[in-house]
């Protein structure tokens, strides 16, 4: 479990098993069948709004196709028991199953896709199905009635049973969601929706998670629809299948709440009774008046208050809670590496070149970093620094040459890999996840790195204290002052147990005295053994901090060695200033 | 099934191939400057095509105002006048809704603003779709014209085998080609047309020029609302429908865009003649109910092999 | 004729500028030079409306600038030359420069000023027809100049028209400019290349970390050792 989810995670459960005694104990009164109907599909079309929350919510991942598992489920069920006469008890168990194949069937060629052309292709799915079901004669298919044993075949006479059945399928999906959402899965959910690349810098493999969140998602809506074929008593392609099903859990969830537990909850609960009143009571002369209300609901929803209620009203009525103070890292600083640099080289670059069209990125750069050295690279603009970090990092592939650590190849593999390997990247623009506590930004790192919970929240906690973030350790990220968001990627890079860290202009847009706070850091850390490979621009703070130089201009390397020399050199200033400059003085 | 009889089935489909393709690109078109000038993801433009359905309808049928245009020009003059309707409604919409969730406002964050168009999108889709049904009532209707029932017969080619050459189609299509030249002419060669091309390429150096970009993706939405309602009240002549038949065309547009290739207009009209095609061609294999399904299996393939299309410039794949 | 008055800029909670204030009068070169961060585009993008500040004015014959919108300037007879060049790639050469003369003083005189355009570069009447991203780096760089002078602006707006160029095609780039200056355009030049910027100019900035920390007329500007030290960070020592 993520830090500080413990007691999160007792009162969500608490809450919930409250609202389940309660709604069960409201609906053991409610006399009238029509109003016993509403009552049970308020918890199935909920569940189906919670299995969407997992990958479109937290995961980001918006699907406008999740009819294709809420269909699976519900044909499933009801064929199982036509033709095999299975009991729907284990029906919909198999329509689970069922879910969670169609989700690796559709999942594996849809996640190449990204935004809209996910959204988009994941609507054709259940449309296309849709129409093989028509076609196979599926038109309209009757569960068939067993009056002898109607509970074995889960039928009832008396309605509320159904609504006992529909609330204990919401909460065996709303504890699967809280349990996701307080596990690293859910926080790899959420890195991943915030930012997918700097996510796989970290080290989270994207495409697994995503896969994983999909057949979580594709299960539950196939149990919600197993569910509701059974509470309905017939299905057709379309009550299952259509776009007014695909639509349900995206409304319900974001006018609810998107990635909270509660958000689908509330949705459901407010929109399918409203809906289904205004049916009963002006469907005659308005039909259709059910999807007008959805359509204007979701319209004011994403306008006003684009999180959804949830988010909305917790901000607006209560107070954040103060942070919790953060424990003492459970070991001491690993012991002392030797401090001075050592002429080992741990990352070697040979010969590296990066074209775009025409254009030569990166020239047949080499030069080498040397365990426990702090390296900075330095350049004109556009001399193809950051591109050379991409390179070496796996968000762009090399053209030509080589790049070893210690000795293995960096070249060829993904991010999330090369994270493995022990490096660790920050990024030229910060990217946090505003709403999380700083805790969990930076723990990103560790899970990215393979850790095993224990050992990640150590390694976090170590790397907020080497930071010297520790105080600010349970603050929502969209609350920390540009410093603090610096050192908060250089935390997360960390957490990750690296041999290396790249550093992007880390130091951009500070001021004088914030500067000297990075550069404290950074001593610390080369003092601690680290290894640093560090771009800037601002050199007086390179100066001080820098062992060696290498200087590229127009993606070739142009000199390096000793600062001090590096900045006397002739070429270096001819970049920098111009060949008339040094001509002029020379005049 | 003799040789004969194949040719003619051939021949036939092809021609519908070639007729409703003009209309399905001359629809595309109007997605193609939305999603591929100003890079707004629209769920609703199947609505928009049922709006210039149900426009003409009106304007062309009972005490409609065209009535006195008699049913052979009639219905076709509605089609033509269905675009402006649809393109001041799809300018209002653009103005409340749609302007607050893309443009210059959402042009720097992570998804470009996409997730909240889709969202705002479908919120007016169901709207109309349901708000259709409302108003128009939930009987399909048809805007009549005797020219859907007769055609010109090509032929004998190779023995009894004749191209029946639907009327009321072949002027949709021949209205449908004029119109697609005309919005070529006003994009090519008319100012407004190089200033809309151009706060499409680059919206910020656009705006150094003094050209006022929001305006100009207010007019693009507006345009390929009115554009889509156009092929909307050319289809009137020979379709029924009712306030869902947009939902069917929606996977049809997004095929035909992205095959012609996002950013590209006119490929955008090559793109939905080749989808129509095969639409039309897959009658002679498939069964009714999955001939709509092949056009979604389509738009997959399409989307997963090759998502820059024919004559587009930039992909968005993983 | 343009007057910018204790300008600062933040965003995302980075203090881009603080407290800068120049001055260009009609028909003057005057140049912003500054090591990479400095903050140069920031102005540039401040005084073209793209960018909004948090304080400071900046007057344009005595209009207030910053109660125009961005399109609305160009229209007032500034034009820009944006860092990076920003044609647009998918219209031709010649729609490119028309695209420039969007405003109505451009469209005034159009066939003259068309004909003063390739003069100047006569490589963009040869690719005319062709489209703007086929072009190399420096002939899109040409490209967009042309486009800045189309609307026959009172102040011709460049921001680094050097970077990404190799420096033979740089040195030409910046020939044509002085050569515009001496048909009597007013220039607002921002560069990192120093020696080339300040000597075609009148007056001379330095911009390093959001100030200006030294300005003045070129000689002076050129001859002082503290330009060097700010591009190469020792004016600590």
């Excluded at chain 3, 030294?214 to 503290?226: F, H, K, S, V």
């Amino acid at each position: 479990m993520r830090i500080g989810t413990a007691e999160k995670l007792r009162r969500d459960l608490t809450i919930l098993f409250g609202i389940a005694v309660i709604y069960l104990g409201v609906s053991w009164f409610v006399p009238n069948s029509y109003y016993q109907l509403i009552l049970t599909l308020v918890p199935i079309w909920a569940a189906f709004g919670v299995s969407w929350n997992i990958l479109s919510g937290y995961g980001g991942q918006l699907s406008f196709g999740h009819a294709s598992f809420f269909g699976v489920g519900g044909y499933c069920t009801t064929l199982a028991l036509v033709y095999w006469g299975l009991t729907p008890w284990l029906g919909i168990p198999l329509g689970v199953v069922m879910g969670a194949i169609a989700a690796i069937i559709i999942g594996t060629p849809t996640f190449r896709l990204r935004g809209h052309y996910f959204a988009l292709a994941m609507l054709a799915y259940p449309l296309a199905i849709l129409y093989f079901m028509e076609y196979f004669g599926f038109q309209e298919v009757s569960l068939p009635m067993h009056r002898e044993h109607p509970v074995f075949y889960l039928q009832f006479t008396d309605p509320r049973y159904y609504t006992l059945v529909a609330v204990f399928l919401l909460v065996v999906s709303v504890i699967t969601c809280s349990l996701v959402e307080n596990s690293r899965f859910g926080l790899a959910l959420l890195a991943i929706r915030q930012n997918e690349l700097a996510a796989e810098a970290a080290g989270i493999d994207a495409r697994t998670w995503k896969m994983r969140a999909l057949m979580v998602s594709g299960m539950i809506a196939a149990g919600a629809g197993g569910l509701y074929a059974c509470v309905q008593l017939v299905v057709t392609p379309d009550s299952v299948f259509g776009l007014l099903v695909s639509a349900q859990p995206v409304v319900m969830t974001l006018f609810g709440g998107v990635a909270s537990l509660w958000g689908p909850v509330i949705g459901a609960a407010v929109l399918v009774p409203l809906s289904k009143l205004l049916d009963a009571y002006a469907g005659d002369y308005l039909r259709g008046i059910q999807g007008v209300v959805y359509g204007a609901a979701v319209i004011a929803i994403i306008l006003a208050a684009p999180d959804g209620l949830f988010w909305t009203i917790r901000d607006r009525f209560f107070k954040p809670r103060l942070p919790a103070p953060l424990p003492a890292p459970s070991q001491v600083a690993n012991a002392a590496v030797a401090s001075e640099v050592t002429d080992a080289a741990l990352m070697i670059v040979g010969d590296l070149s990066k074209s775009f069209g025409g254009l030569r990125a990166v020239s047949n750069v080499s030069f080498t970093i040397n365990a426990g050295e702090i390296l900075g690279i330095i350049g004109p603009n556009g001399a193809g620094k950051t591109t050379l970090f991409n390179l070496l990092n796996g968000v762009l592939p090399a053209d030509g040459g080589t790049a070893t650590l210690a000795g293995v190849s960096m070249l060829g593999k993904k991010v999330h890999q090369v994270c493995h390997m022990g490096v660790g990247r920050t990024f030229q623009v910060v990217r946090s996840f505003p709403r999380l506590p700083l805790i969990d930004n930076v723990i990103v790192g560790a899970y990215g790195a393979g850790l095993s919970d224990q050992a990640a929240a150590d390694e976090a906690i170590r790397a907020l204290h080497r930071t010297g973030l520790a105080a600010q350790a349970g603050m929502p990220a969209g609350q920390l002052s540009n410093k603090q968001l610096r050192l908060m990627e250089l935390a997360r890079a960390l957490a990750g147990r690296p041999r290396l860290l790249l550093l992007d202009e880390t130091l951009a847009g500070l001021g004088r005295e914030e500067c000297d706070d990075v550069l404290n850091v950074l001593h610390r850390l080369r003092q601690e053994g680290m290894t640093i490979g560090i771009i800037e621009h601002t050199m007086h703070a390179m100066l001080r901090i820098a062992d060696r130089f290498v200087v590229l201009d127009h993606g070739a390397v142009l000199a390096s060695g000793k600062p001090r020399d590096v900045v006397e050199d002739r070429s270096v200033i001819e970049a920098y200033l111009g060949k008339k400059w040094l001509a002029k003085q020379h005049a | 099934m003799d040789l004969e009889a194949l040719i003619e089935s051939v021949l036939n489909a092809l021609t519908a191939g070639i007729t409703i393709g003009c209309i399905y690109g001359l629809m595309c078109i109007g997605l193609g400057l939305i999603f591929g000038i100003m890079k707004v993801v629209n769920f609703a433009q199947g609505e928009l095509l049922m709006l210039g359905m149900f426009a003409s309808f009106y304007l062309v049928t009972g005490g409609g105002v065209l009535a006195f245009l008699g049913p052979y020009i009639g219905p076709f003059v509605g089609a033509l006048l269905a675009g402006p309707i649809v393109f001041v409604f799809g300018a209002f919409l653009h103005k409340f809704l749609i302007s607050r969730v893309s443009g210059l406002r959402t042009a720097g964050s992570i998804d470009d603003g996409h997730f909240g168009q889709l969202i705002v999108t479908l919120g007016i889709s169901l709207i109309l779709q349901n708000g259709g049904m409302i108003v128009f009532g939930t009987i399909p209707v048809t805007v009549r014209t005797p020219l859907s029932s007769s055609a010109f017969l090509i032929g004998p080619i190779y023995g009894d085998a004749t191209i029946f050459l639907n009327k009321a189609k072949l002027v949709a299509c021949v209205v449908a080609i004029i119109t697609a030249l005309v919005l070529y002419f006003m994009l090519e060669f008319t100012r407004i047309g190089k200033a809309l091309r151009a706060a499409a390429d680059n919206p910020t150096a656009a705006t150094y020029m003094g050209i006022d970009v929001d305006k100009y993706y207010r007019m693009a939405f507006a345009l390929g609302s009115g554009i889509t309602a156009i092929a909307g009240g050319l289809m009137a002549t020979y379709l029924s429908f009712g306030s869902f038949v947009g939902f069917d065309y929606v996977i049809i547009m997004y095929s035909g865009v992205v095959l012609g290739g996002i950013g590209s207009i006119m490929g955008a009209f090559w793109g939905g003649m080749t989808v129509g095609m095969v639409q039309q061609m897959s009658t002679l294999v498939l069964p009714p109910q999955l001939q709509n399904a092949a056009i979604f299996i389509v738009f997959l393939l399409i989307v997963m092999l090759r998502p820059q299309g024919l004559f587009g410039r930039s992909a968005e794949r993983a | 004729m343009l007057e910018v008055a204790n300008l600062s800029v933040s965003y995302g909670g980075l203090r881009a500028l603080t407290d800068v204030s120049l001055s260009v009068s009609e028909g003057q070169f005057v140049t912003v030079v500054g090591p990479n961060g400095a903050g140069k585009s920031t102005l540039f993008k401040t005084i073209s409306g793209v960018v909004r500040p948090t304080e400071g004015t900046i007057t344009f014959q005595g209009e207030d600038l910053l109660a125009m919108s961005a399109a609305k300037r160009a229209h007032r007879g500034i034009a820009h030359v944006p860092e990076g060049r920003q044609v647009f790639k998918t219209l031709t050469v010649l729609e490119n420069l028309e695209m420039g003369a969007y405003p109505k003083a451009g469209r005034l005189h159009w066939s003259r000023t068309l004909e003063r355009i390739h003069t100047l570069f006569p490589i963009l009447a040869e690719r005319s027809r062709q489209m703007a991203g086929t072009l190399s780096g420096g002939e899109q760089q040409m490209v967009a100049i042309g486009r800045g002078l189309a609307c026959a602006p009172k102040l011709l707006m460049l921001d680094e028209p050097s970077m990404g160029l190799a420096p033979a095609v740089t040195d030409t780039i910046f020939e044509r400019i002085s050569q515009i200056h001496a048909d009597g355009v007013t220039i607002l030049l921002v560069e990192q290349r120093v020696a080339e910027a300040l000597e075609l100019s009148d007056h001379g900035y330095v911009l390093e970390t959001g100030h200006v920390v030294l300005q003045g007329p070129y000689e002076i500007l050129l001859a002082d050792d503290r330009v060097r030290k700010s591009y190469l960070g020792l004016t600590e020592e």
